[in-house]
């Protein structure tokens, strides 16, 4: 058998500190999973059930800390936001995962920046259609590179953060998630069948706001990584 077009390449990533690559399945994140950040959306920030969007794989971003990474301005928007997150890297799947047994399916974890049209993805919303134009747009995942478990743990706690040009702007715990990382893929895994490979972004801290051509972008997990950008 062969295929009648050239197959795509693999969205992969870094794995920290050796030359191995992480291969990417899919890309889900939760919306809406810290409280300030849910009040500065307009949102009442009470426990809902946690709901999902997803990017595409072939949407990151390479953008470690060294990897003078470059972010392109996208086309259609004039309001594109950052969003720091926590990014949890699964070496395994399933259905209908219990809690108790979520972490096992964890590899990983890495810095993620969920990069958003915040205009467009206004203006789907009150139509009621799809946020992906304003979400799964090329480059639109910027990712530092994997930090296995078998070294960092698994977090429960640590400063997340990122600041433009110097000045932070997002400053916050990973503690501070509405939805905890256990209840966060026990409850995806009843709607989707989750593979080894998926990533879940788990949500962003209060501070989001706009860049513009020039801006450079730093931000951190404690514990796990950095990542660095520049808007282009």
Same mark, same amino acid.
């Given at each position: ?60 971003? &390479? ?6 990474? #470059?972010?392109?301005?996208?086309? %259609? !928007?004039? /309001? ?67 930090? &296995? ?6 977090? #429960?706690?640590?400063?997340?953060? %990122? !600041?433009? /040009? ?67």
């Amino acid at each position: 058998m062969a295929y009648v077009i050239p197959q795509c390449p693999v969205p992969a990533v870094a794995v920290n500190g050796t030359k191995d690559r992480f291969p990417v399945h899919r890309l889900y994140c939760v919306g809406r999973n810290y409280a300030e950040h849910s009040r500065e959306m307009g949102h009442d920030p009470d426990r809902e059930l946690p709901f999902f969007f997803q990017k595409f794989p072939d949407n990151i971003l &390479p953008s470690g800390p060294k990897d003078n990474a #470059k972010f392109p301005y996208p086309p %259609l !928007s004039k /309001n594109v936001h950052h969003e720091i997150e926590l990014v949890a890297a699964l070496g395994a799947g399933g259905s209908d995962v219990s809690e108790k047994k979520a972490m096992d399916l964890v590899w990983g974890y890495a810095v993620g920046i969920d990069m958003t049209r915040r205009d467009l993805q206004g203006e789907v919303k009150k139509a009621g259609k799809p946020w992906d134009i304003g979400k799964a747009f090329e480059h639109s995942a910027p990712m530092g590179p994997v930090c &296995p478990a078998s070294v960092v743990g698994h977090p #429960k706690s640590g400063h997340i953060w %990122l !600041s433009v /040009n110097g000045k932070i702007r997002q400053d916050g715990d990973i503690k501070q998630m509405i939805w905890k990382l256990p209840e966060i893929i026990a409850h995806l895994s009843t709607q989707f069948e989750l593979k080894a490979g998926d990533l879940i972004f788990t949500g962003t801290p209060a501070g989001v706001g706009a860049v513009e051509k020039g801006d450079i972008l730093e931000g951190g997990v404690d514990g796990v990584g950095e990542i660095k950008l520049v808007v282009v």
